[in-house]
C-alpha cells in the first residue's frame, strides 16, 4: 500500500505541467468576430433604417449610415457591424427592435 501512495502524488505533480501549456495555448487563440446583418423590406423608410444604424451602432456617421441604407435597398442586404460576439448580439437586438429586417448573426 505504501507504494501505491507514493505513485499517486508523482502522477499529481506531472498534472500540473501538462495542464497550463494546455491552457496557454487556449488563451491565445483569438475570439472569432461575428457580423450583424441588415437584410432588405418592404416596409421600413430609407430614414428609419439609416437613423437606427447612427444610433445604435457605435461611432456610424450619417454618411456611412445611408450608404449602408443604399447597400441594403440594392443588394438586399449589407454588413453593418463586425466585432465580438457579445457586442455582436446586443447590435443585433437593438436594430431587430427597432424594427429591422436582420439575418442571424454569423461568424466572420
Known sequence: MTMLISVAPQAMATAP????????QVTQKPYPNYKVIVLND???????VAECL?????????????????????????????????????????????GLTMAPLEAA
Do not use: C
Open 42 to 48: 418592404d416596409f421600413n423608410t430609407f430614414q428609419h
Open 54 to 98: 447612427m444610433k445604435y451602432l457605435p461611432n456610424m456617421t450619417s454618411d456611412r449610415a445611408w450608404d449602408l441604407t443604399h447597400q441594403i435597398h440594392n443588394e438586399g442586404q449589407a454588413v453593418v457591424w463586425v466585432g465580438p460576439q457579445e457586442q455582436a448580439e446586443l447590435y443585433h437586438q437593438q436594430l431587430s427592435r427597432a
Open 17 to 24: 505541467t501538462v495542464a497550463p501549456d494546455q491552457a496557454s
